[in-house]
């Protein structure tokens, strides 16, 4: 059951966000989970988070790269319309794409979709989806200099409880374990510029617990799948959530 | 990744159904997929189709028990309100309860809860639904021979395409292998009073071989979670379905 | 394109009301429409209305003998529960499989699933299309004396507007014509208990031309199909509602 | 109820697609039924395909045009931004609503708005609602050479059974006849780039023989109306889907 | 803004659970809220908590006495089924109806209609529903002694997450005042039976918590109006919870 | 109960519109009533309406600046992209978070998200959304000169019946009151390019008479808030609409 750092489980993981602590407030103890299980994980930054209320695009570039470091991943900054800018264009589907063969990864983890919340955050989402496919498609000149790509699967993470899908169903991960908890939450408080006055860590902590009580164990985190799941039997079907 | 027949992963399977060939429509090729694989599993049918056009109930307990050892499941038959009668009744929903604490199953297989379809088969699966949660509870008096229960996941199976529902991600499971799908098949064609009329057995094969190919595989069963699915890692949480 | 009296396209149309006045309430213009183009309708009212705060049972079965003449449908009463009593009971679906059996209706109308109106409407709405199916299945016992039955389709009516299905896209019947329109205000005015101190009359016309508006006609009103609708060419599948 | 060529039943039908291939393998059947009855059909091809994995943009023109002559219809290509990079800009709504003003068309079919499916689909589909209104509006200067036209329905078709949309309740074409299928098959097999190495076809087929099985025939289509249907009795209204 | 005792906003509030702890965990901070401002409250508890697996009958009345008091509120114990045996009966709705009429509610409170949740809440909220209904018809014989009652409003609340349902916008109402929290917090430890071994108090105060982050203020529970709610003016309608 | 002109609850509202008649049609009730109440209104429109079948946009912006003087709001013109072409940037949320930050208002109404009415409609609608959250990030350079602004709620009106959003629970705001109608039908007809030809008047004051059934008063307005409204209490939260 223990899949070995070279197992077709452990391809590499990208996680894309739309500003400098979008990935870690969202889902950094499923990062911090799986790079200590000998995955590689790589990070997208579609954004300086200029646009902020607190904190300078130099800051916070370095908070997100201190934290990558925490979580156990590489990072990058790519460069679409800028903080509270973003917009849905093909072009950035196709850069995304390119991102996508070049990483090859086996999971990909975006924003989610729903549109009630920071509008880059679903714009983003939209376009890793949209991505994900184009990675396919053996045609496309601009993504000519790299062979396609088809990814394992797509999880949609909740930048905040808003951000939750209400159609897709989730999946829980564990995210217990003291040193995961630990790691994850000083990946976020890396983010100096962003928690020194407010309560965003609290609120992350808070979701994960209450998920965690309907899983079953201390933290969880929720994903969102965009595909249903393919299993070989139900032995790999997990567990229900809900303890009765 | 294969667990051994003393596995946690392979604590028995419980499916319900509410007349003699429902398990077997809805969800058969998982059934010997996880038989095969050393799991135990037992079926509980709830009438003898007395209310159907075809075959007579003698007959139709004849083919379950024999469709029944196709599959390898052991089966028994329980009294609730007959054919086409069933309610949802609290001391029905008991008597299932105490079939879980006598079985304790891993994992419980139930009709969908979609109202547009059989009556009989949306009041079962939300019967089977209560049970798994009355089966935990420890002072019900009814129950109090045996142990309080706790499943690890309910699953509900769709008889037919309309069953389907449409607010649970389904989870597709790979029946391609070619043993898989000739016991299935068998297994369905023992309901021979329902079969050699119509095209039941048609429809399931082409419903697998079109979710097979959104799956990637040759043929698929869905199968929908009553809760979220819990998972230690990425590693285990599958892979997406979609073909891009 | 008109059907005469004999075409399949007129098989008798059923309708089920809860209570005295809710057919006509619900759809009464689509009534007068189908029977003055010879189709024959029968109505089923479920109660004599002895819950209600206006009018005595003997009151209310005069209104809705005389509302079913000026409708030109036939009218029985059938005792199930009584007023604001009603269950989904398997007996009493059985009792209107029966009915379905004995009329063989091409079409049948019954009040809307939607569960925050008067619970007898919901309700009876469920026993109905059970009953549609129960119709068919050859092995009932209590069905025997007459041979199954297969409607041609069931529509839900609305007696109210939150009666209304959110889940299901309406089809909208023209009601403008003149005598039509005459008919069904009538039929609603002759459950004068009902409306002399309220204004029900008045939100049902109002309703019908709400939609009216939107079907580009002075008034219309709305059935909701529990099943796909059938065509076999999209010459036959009307057109659109909406005005641009 | 067979309308003749000239009835207002057989005003043109105008199908969109945003691959050569889509309106073939979408609803190839239903356009084949269409014009054996009379009706005139066009195709508008909003790229030449040039971003998928097989065939060159010359390849698939010309299996484009083979496949429309087959079907009976007339096809044109249209430039917006290129296989994969279909953006919803105004400039392309006010481009088709020319197109809607020039063929006249009653019956629009394009791509359902189903996000989850390649990226251009669900945007033609949107840019086709936004022109069928733009084509009604009087003022708008683009357009001022030729008068507004509204059309009678709008219906989406699904590529794939992922964009069968769920809040929409489809209505079903019966498309069993023997020369519909052959004709069908043979329009999707003329894309021979893209069916040589892949089961596109058999998809479609085992789609068309499901939903025909839930409806009653051999093979069936279901399409998506934009907006309730208008009818002037139940007696055109169909017939429900379910065989019981 | 303060309404004084007298006035019509503080018409007598009515809470009904299934067991005798599940107005305390569901919305007990609201009714401390409302108490103190004046509001009399009077909770109706449906069973003695007898199949549960903590706690005799004897010890949970005494509880929930304990609890009513400080809370502020009057109790009573009504015998329906019995714990776990809750079926929706036209009786039940009735009883339910007498007590409405007998209380004479501005603001009734009842377990939430979802029903992937113990079966005694979603059951005890659709009789909730109905009596609301069958408190105001005039011809129902078994409540001829006291006069019909409408009530202000129904409002659902979730015992437990899972119960909370996603098809309703909820409201927020701010319960962060420390005498508030405190009552609270002791009302639900007084049921020392459920809470000595399980983490059912954290989890309360976890909810309010992230709801309370969502409001903008310190702890907030959730109600789900089970009718659009009316006001005089946009003065009225409140503010909306998100914190950009 | 009564706000003073002073009070908090009176913060400027600010409506926006995409057409010069959207705001009057939509929502003009709820705009007198709140301007005679003592707030301040000020409208935004962002086209002449040149696209529109009737009227030159010269006499359209005399309509609709007639209007505002009868509604007793100011009003202003803003150039996007003009009628019919209307789309999503950035850079239109941003030049209306100007606006936001200009207007400094309590209450924003918008027109509603659904897709399948006027493009323009949804698409301000979405624009507007985007605008709330973006007036309240300090790091946005285009709005530096004007302090960040928190809105107190984001309601959508809906310009015609189809674009009531169906996921979003109403609020009723109560218009009977004769000088609201009299002053809301004035300003309708103020726009007499667009109502001398077309029913649209009567088919507003259709739709607030049938709400105002549904709430139990004569005429009543929905408006479907973006966010969970917050109260401090039940007092506060209003009545339900439904008249048992």
Redesign the interface.
């Given at each position: 059951?223990k899949?070995t750092p070279n197992?077709p489980?452990?391809a590499p993981?990208l996680a894309l966000g739309a500003h400098p602590d979008d990935i870690e407030f969202g889902c950094g103890g499923?990062i911090t989970?799986?790079t200590r299980?000998g995955?590689k994980a790589h990070f997208v930054v579609c954004s300086h988070?200029?646009?902020?209320?607190?904190g300078t695009p130099r800051q916070r570039i370095g908070e997100a790269k201190k934290s990558a470091v925490l979580l156990g991943a590489t990072i990058e900054f790519l460069e679409l319309?800028g903080?509270?800018?973003?917009?849905?264009?093909?072009?950035h589907?196709?850069k995304l794409a390119e991102i996508v063969r070049r990483v090859r990864p086996g999971?990909v983890l975006a924003p989610s979709?729903v549109?009630?919340q920071?509008?880059d955050h679903s714009r983003l989402g939209?376009l890793v989806?949209?991505a994900?496919?184009?990675a396919?498609?053996?045609?496309?000149k601009e993504l000519r200099r790299r062979p396609?790509h088809?990814?394992?699967?797509?999880?949609f993470y909740a930048v905040t409880?808003?951000a939750e899908p209400?159609?897709?169903?989730?999946?829980?991960?564990?995210v217990s374990a003291r040193e995961i908890m630990k790691t994850w939450t000083a990946a976020m408080e890396a983010h100096a510029s962003q928690t020194s006055s407010r309560?965003y860590v609290?609120?992350q902590l808070?979701?994960a617990?209450?998920l965690g009580?309907?899983?079953?164990?201390e933290y969880?985190i929720?994903?969102f799948?965009?595909?249903?799941?393919?299993?070989?039997?139900?032995?790999?079907?997990?567990?229900?959530?809900?303890q009765?």
């Open positions: 059951m899949p197992s489980e452990l993981l499923i989970r799986e299980a995955r988070g200029e646009a902020g209320t607190y319309d903080d509270a800018h973003l917009e849905v264009r093909a072009a589907a196709i999971v979709l549109e009630n920071h509008p939209k989806r949209d994900a496919r184009l396919c498609y053996g045609g496309l396609p088809k990814i394992g699967q797509l999880f409880p808003e209400s159609d897709i169903s989730p999946v829980l991960i564990d309560n609290e609120l808070t979701r617990r209450l009580t309907r899983a079953g164990v969880a929720a994903l799948p965009n595909e249903p799941l393919v299993f070989a039997s139900l032995a790999q079907a997990g567990r229900g959530a809900r009765f």
